[in-house]
T-cell receptor, first 113, second 113 residues
Framework: NAGVMQNPRHLVRRRGQEARLRCSPM?????VYWYRQLPEEGLKFMVY????????ESGMPKERFSAEFPKEGPSILRIQQVVRGDSAAYFC???????????FGSGTRLTVV | KQEVTQIPAALSVPEGENLVLNCSFT??????LQWFRQDPGKGLTSLLL?????REQTSGRLNASLDKSSGRSTLYIAASQPGDSATYLC????????????FGKGITLSVRP
């Protein structure tokens, strides 16, 4: 079992470009969560998805951010028109059950220049 | 709103020392509590998961306890080693329909040889 796979590991984008972050959950896990870690801050919840459904997006900024978890393929976190403040580490976690133990990926480190 | 606090933010100890890392949370209505380890620039590794009905969990040199009524958890590390140097994060999952994790900011541990 390859664990939670995130790619790319590092992503550099210019201001105004789009960033796409991918997450493949562990085999058998149908619950996916995205968290953001800003420098000197803790991890903050962004969004919780199951296949083809957004369950809780209360942590997502209202504009420019979107997430999906299609029937086939990885979960995608999309950030449009990136700004410097979007620079952070973005982590994906998956679990086999709601409120089960979480397994985290290695993260994608986004740098906006 | 759940808040998770980990104090102190950093800790430095000599090798071989037994140590306790503290975590406190404001809302005792939790489903479970999980301790993670994060190495610099890396993802999160799950160490121990304690269900709300449990008092403690053990894995090797690690022992985590949970006191829901007082809103506290401790992670005990026996015979610390330089390889234990990392940031230790605790996170709680609430009861009810909301399954997102709330994290503390972590304790950065340095074990001196």
């Amino acid at each position: 079992n390859a664990g939670v796979m995130q790619n790319p590991r590092h992503l550099v984008r210019r201001r105004g470009q789009e960033a796409r972050l991918r997450c493949s959950p562990m085999k058998g896990h149908s619950h996916v969560y995205w968290y953001r870690q800003l420098p000197e801050e803790g991890l903050k919840f962004m969004v919780y998805l199951q296949k083809e459904n957004i369950i809780d997006e209360s942590g997502m900024p209202k504009e420019r951010f979107s997430a999906e978890f299609p029937k086939e393929g990885p979960s995608i976190l999309r950030i449009q028109q990136v700004v410097r403040g979007d620079s952070a580490a973005y982590f994906c976690a998956s679990s086999p059950l709601e409120r089960g133990g979480y397994t985290f990926g290695s993260g994608t480190r986004l740098t906006v220049v | 709103k759940q808040e998770v606090t980990q104090i102190p933010a950093a800790l430095s100890v000599p090798e071989g020392e037994n140590l306790v890392l503290n975590c406190s949370f404001t809302d005792s209505a939790i489903y479970n509590l999980q301790w993670f380890r994060q190495d610099p620039g890396k993802g999160l590794t799950s160490l121990l998961l304690i269900q709300s009905s449990q008092r403690e969990q053990t894995s090797g040199r690690l022992n985590a306890s949970l006191d829901k009524s007082s809103g506290r958890s401790t992670l005990y590390i026996a015979a610390s080693q330089p390889g234990d140097s990392a940031t230790y994060l605790c996170a709680v999952t609430p009861t009810g329909a909301n399954s997102k994790l709330t994290f503390g900011k972590g304790i950065t541990l340095s074990v001196r040889p």
